[in-house]
């Protein structure tokens, strides 16, 4: 587990554009669970790639005209709880941090994993989720 101390710049970089922070299990399943529309939810990592392409791409694709109705975060590393309820919503995928994915109606419609992120520029990142907000919401 990370220090708060640490990880408080990397959370207050997706809250500060408008993303929900999801700190526990039950706050996971109660938004996850039962959500109408759409939702972009974000897996947050102290690595490298969510540092330099993750959080930058998911915040360059929310410039784009269609935006989920909801979005939120977990931090993994950080709130285990979250991350593991999160990560029931995106089977059949396997753990991946960072990832991004986009609900619809409470199913998994389209998913960005580590090994997309990794390597990529933000604008790449930004392209697949403004194609995605266009397809679904």
């Known amino acids: 587990m990370y220090p708060e101390q640490l990880v408080a710049p990397m959370r207050a970089e997706l809250s500060s554009a408008g993303i929900k922070e999801l700190k526990t299990a039950e706050e996971v399943q109660a938004q996850l669970s039962n959500t109408q529309g759409t939702t972009l939810l974000v897996i947050n990592s102290v690595c490298g790639c969510a540092a330099g392409t993750c959080r930058p791409g998911v915040k360059l694709a929310l410039t784009h ?73």
């Not at 109705?69 to 593991?84: C, L, P, R, S, Y």
């Not at 109606?105 to 697949?128: P, T």
């Open 65 to 137: 005209s269609k935006l989920p109705q909801n979005m939120v975060t977990v931090f993994a590393g950080v709130d285990k709880e979250a991350v593991a309820k999160a990560r029931e919503f995106l089977l059949p995928y396997p753990p991946s941090s960072p990832s991004i994915a986009l609900l619809k109606d409470g199913k998994l419609v389209h998913m960005i994993e580590r090994h997309h992120i990794e390597g990529r520029m933000a604008e790449m990142i930004a392209d697949n989720l403004k194609a995605a907000f266009e397809q679904y919401c």
